[in-house]
Nanobody, 122 residues
Framework: QVQLVESGGGLVQAGGSLRLSCAAS????????MGWYRQAPGKERELVAA???????NYADSVKGRFTVSRDNAKNTVYLQMNSLKPEDTAVYYC????????????????WGQGTQVTVSS
């Protein structure tokens, strides 16, 4: 069983900053990519940022230069530093991790956090 627990969401004014954290726990052999997605009301879930175990990073164009994703492999934790927030960044942010576990064989599965609300007021 693997769990992802997010923290750090909240309400902030435009131009402000927030830092999200997501810690993975459970019977984990390894974690490949970790990342953040978001879903605004009436819209599809979209990738915000992702980082591989080796540190290769991908950002959505809309957040480049404002958001920074990082991870601590020893703690199975991924972070998202969000600066210069805009009202259009308002969404539920979800943590995602590609996790390898073992149950008679190696299994690679995607896991999701419960989501954390980020609201940016104008």
């Amino acid at each position: 069983q693997v769990q992802l627990v997010e923290s750090g969401g909240g309400l902030v004014q435009a131009g402000g900053s927030l830092r999200l954290s997501c810690a993975a726990s459970g019977s984990i052999l390894g974690i490949n990519a970790m990342g953040w997605y978001r879903q605004a009301p009436g819209k599809e879930r979209e990738l915000v940022a992702a980082i591989t175990r080796g540190g290769i990073i991908n950002y959505a164009d809309s957040v480049k230069g404002r958001f920074t994703v990082s991870r601590d492999n020893a703690k199975n934790t991924v972070y998202l530093q969000m600066n210069s927030l805009k009202p259009e960044d308002t969404a539920v942010y979800y943590c995602n991790a590609e996790v390898t576990t073992y149950r008679s064989q190696l299994i690679v599965s995607d896991y999701w956090g419960q989501g954390t609300q980020v609201t940016v007021s104008s």
